[in-house]
């Protein structure tokens, strides 16, 4: 069955650096991948969409790429500030399935 | 105007009660659906509708019976709660057709079964 792998571990940085977050997934190459953000206590929130014909994707502070080679997806928030603090999923829709799968999330705390 | 929203935001309840969970959007959309996120954070699809059919229905308990009276609407039903049924259940809908369409979340419902 298809397998998402994010780290489980919280990613702790100092703000104005930046984080990369990564998301690994096995079994199935997807045509899409796609990245969201989940405060606590809400509902994730839709940030990013990357085909798979497309190495790079940037929105404002976010990149995220996409290895279809390596079956990776790093999401990159650069000048982070501590107002990104949150969990970001990554999620995909295995070929020939109708549903989005997630991943378990990371944890990113940006320090003041 | 909240885009999907959800009731209860909480619910806390004895093991064998049923209860429900109400989902409205007003994105227009046509598909919507039922995931729930553990404890472990992982958020598993539990149903999908498409104009009020169902279309996924991932080997859920039977005691659990989504309702779509319309396609602005999907509610959650479940029957004879147990422990295992405590998660925060998340409604979302999207545009229909494509399986790289974006969803939006409500805020959840945070079930606690005692």
């Known amino acids: 069955s298809q397998k998402i792998e994010q780290n489980s571990e919280a990613l702790n940085i100092q703000e104005g650096k930046t984080a990369t977050l990564t998301c690994n997934y096995t079994n199935y190459s997807p045509a899409y991948l796609q990245w969201y953000r989940q405060d606590p206590g809400r509902g994730p929130v839709f940030l990013l969409l990357i085909r798979e014909n497309e190495k790079e994707k940037r929105k404002e502070r976010l990149k995220v790429t996409f290895d279809t080679t390596l079956k990776q997806s790093l999401f990159h928030i650069t000048a982070s500030q501590p107002a990104d603090s949150a969990t970001y999923l990554c999620?995909?829709?295995?070929?020939?399935?109708?549903?989005?799968?997630f991943g378990a999330g990371t944890r990113l705390a940006v320090h003041p | 105007d909240t885009a999907v929203s959800q009731t209860p935001k909480y619910l806390v309840t004895q093991m064998g009660n049923d209860k429900s969970i109400k989902c409205e959007q007003n994105?227009?959309?046509?598909?919507m659906y039922w995931y729930k996120q553990d404890s472990k954070k992982f958020l598993k699809i539990m149903f999908s509708y498409n104009n009020k059919e169902l279309i996924i229905n991932e080997t859920v308990p039977n005691r659990f019976s989504p309702k779509s009276p319309d396609k602005a609407h999907l509610n959650l039903h479940i029957n004879s709660l147990e422990l295992g049924d405590s998660a925060v259940y998340f409604c979302?809908?999207?545009?229909?057709?494509?399986?790289?369409?974006?969803?939006?979340f409500g805020s959840g419902t945070q079930l606690s079964v005692l």
């Open positions: 979302a809908s999207s545009r229909p057709g494509a399986t790289n369409e974006k969803l939006f």
């Open positions: 999620a995909l829709t295995p070929p020939g399935y109708n549903k989005l799968i």
């Open positions: 994105l227009g959309h046509d598909t």
